[in-house]
């Protein structure tokens, strides 16, 4: 595992220089990826398309969106360096304790071919499960979407990540609405944002947002997956929106992968 030894050195030597822009490795996703603040409880009944990465002893590090059958978008930065046959998807549980729900293998992982890093965009990948799920799934935002992700909007934010900033993760599924924030204002809290790639979701005081472990999971808004989980400084901080990839941008080439 070189290279996710050599992930959590730059992950290291990057926060401790600059900053606590989070970008999770899947391998460290317990110590920094996060789970939602401020949510409550809620069913994959009522969300049956949200889902959840695991490892192969079940250890979840992730969320996911099922938008086909038998496919899943997620972060790549959740699944960048990892393989299919070491990754499982979760469908239907909202306990994590649980054994209820269907658990996948995954035979395929599609990264996007210019992601880098979170904080320089194309954070967005695609899983192939094995098998069909009987199960809805949720629409992804296209081009033309352009009202979906008017500053405002309350979306819908999913996930069984930490609670906290450097808390521990949820043993069950949370769900929050957080406001679409202006462009403006997500580029004033952070330079690497970009409207293209990027959108940002947050209470200007925080206090509701996604956190470690969500990544990956759906920002969704008027029936659609408008954004994945993608990175933040800290969680819930007032001023530091979540920042989550712009589903609408990368509509074409997860199709492609459909
Ligand atoms: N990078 C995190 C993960 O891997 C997600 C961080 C989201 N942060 C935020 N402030 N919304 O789970």
């Not at 994959?44 to 899943?72: D, E, I, M, R």
Request: charged content about 10%.
């Amino acid at each position: 595992m070189a290279k996710t030894l050599h992930r959590l050195i730059v992950s290291v030597v990057v926060s401790a220089l600059a900053s606590i822009f989070f970008v999770a490795p899947a391998a460290n996703a317990g110590d920094v990826s996060p789970m939602i603040v401020g949510g409550t409880r809620a069913s994959t009944a009522t969300y049956p398309w949200v889902v959840y990465l695991a490892s192969t002893s079940g250890s979840q590090f992730c969320g996911g969106t099922l938008v086909k059958a038998n496919k899943v978008v997620t972060a790549a930065h959740c699944v960048s360096g990892r393989s299919a046959s070491s990754t499982r998807v979760v469908h239907g549980r909202d306990d994590k304790q649980s054994t209820a729900g269907t658990v996948v293998n995954v035979t395929r992982i599609w990264v996007h071919p210019s992601y880098r890093t979170a904080t320089s965009g194309y954070d967005v990948a695609v899983l192939t499960l094995d098998r069909n799920l009987n199960s809805a799934t949720l629409p992804l935002a296209t081009p033309q979407d352009t009202a979906l992700y008017a500053a405002g909007n309350s979306a819908l934010i999913l996930g069984w990540g930490t609670t906290s900033s450097g808390g521990s993760a949820s043993r069950y599924l949370l769900k929050a609405n957080v406001p679409l924030t202006s462009d403006a204002t997500c580029k004033s809290a952070y330079s690497q944002y970009s409207n293209t790639s990027m959108v940002c979701a947050g209470f200007p005081q925080g206090g509701t947002d996604t956190c470690q472990g969500d990544s990956g999971g759906p920002l969704v808004f008027g029936g659609k997956l408008i954004g994945d989980t993608s990175w933040g400084r800290g969680c819930a901080a007032a001023g530091y929106p979540g920042v989550y990839g712009r589903i609408a941008s990368y509509h074409s080439v997860i199709t492609a992968q459909l």
